[in-house]
């Protein structure tokens, strides 16, 4: 049996932005439909917004903004830890991600429940990472 997982981190920071092979998903894109994501420089302050009532209503109760853990991983630091593509796909396609996606079954053996789908949009869940980034000081 191989072990395709690493777990060293390729920081050597390439950009590989060819689509030849990019479907199927990787380690750090997870799986799911969000493939590449642009991000925005300075943030989208109204997607900031947006994000933040999409955390008060659905997210609150189980993911605090400091690097505290509730019922899942505080959010500090998230948008370091995760590509936003990894973001988009894990709280819009729970289930598949938490079957299938190294990190995110590592993270389910530290809190030891599964997060269920809070059935976001796109759109929210693009909001979420804005947000995120917004808690983890981006600009
Ligand atoms: C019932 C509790 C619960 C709710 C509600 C919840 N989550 Fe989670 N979340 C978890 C748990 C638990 C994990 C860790 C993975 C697992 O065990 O399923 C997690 C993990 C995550 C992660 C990965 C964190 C990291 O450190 O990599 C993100 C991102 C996330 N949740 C986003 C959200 C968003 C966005 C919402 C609201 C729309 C939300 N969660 C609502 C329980 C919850």
Known sequence: MHNF????DNSATKTDTSTSSASKG???TGVGKFQHVDLTHPLDQKMVTAG?????LKCASCHKLTDEKLVGPG??????RRTPEWIMNFVTNTEEMLEKNQEAKNLYEICLVKM???????????????????NDGKK
């Open 26 to 28: 990787s380690e750090k």
């Open 52 to 56: 933040k009532a999409v955390y008060d």
């Open 116 to 134: 269920p789908n809070q059935n976001l949009s796109d759109d929210d869940a693009r909001a979420i990472v804005e947000f995120q980034r917004n």
């Open 5 to 8: 997982s690493s777990t060293t």
């Open 75 to 80: 959010w500090k630091g998230v948008t370091d």
